[in-house]
């Protein structure tokens, strides 16, 4: 059973950054394609980002230029820097497997942008 567990939100200025970080337990990540999403209250989850197996990224232009997915195989982690956060970006944010049948979703982790 693969377990995610996201950490590095919290509460931010507009113009600030934040790192989060995602740990994935008992899944053979490097074969995996991997991707953040988020969730603002009372609007669906939406795809943020993605990582592909050979290290490329997309995004949705919501986001470009200013997040950015990267990945440690080593480490089986999968992290998100955002950079340029605005008030939009608030929700929580979670990541799991793309292309594929979605793990169990974790807690997630609240970034609130807001001065």
């Known amino acids: 059973q693969v377990q995610l567990v996201e950490s590095g939100g919290g509460l931010v200025q507009p113009g600030g950054s934040l790192k989060l970080s995602c740990a994935a337990s008992?899944?053979?990540?490097?074969?995996?394609?991997m991707g953040w999403f988020r969730q603002a209250p009372q609007k669906q989850r939406e795809w943020v980002a993605t990582?592909?197996?050979?290290?490329?990224?997309s995004y949705p232009d919501s986001v470009k230029g200013r997040f950015t997915i990267s990945r440690d195989n080593d480490k089986n982690t999968v992290s998100l820097q955002m950079n340029s956060l605005k008030p939009e970006d608030t929700a929580v944010y979670y990541c799991?497997?793309?292309?594929?049948?979605?793990?169990?979703w974790g807690l997630g982790t609240q970034v609130t942008v807001s001065s």
């Open positions: 799991n497997v793309i292309g594929r049948g979605y793990w169990p």
């Open positions: 008992g899944s053979i990540f490097r074969l995996d394609h």
């Open positions: 990582i592909r197996r050979d290290g490329s990224t």
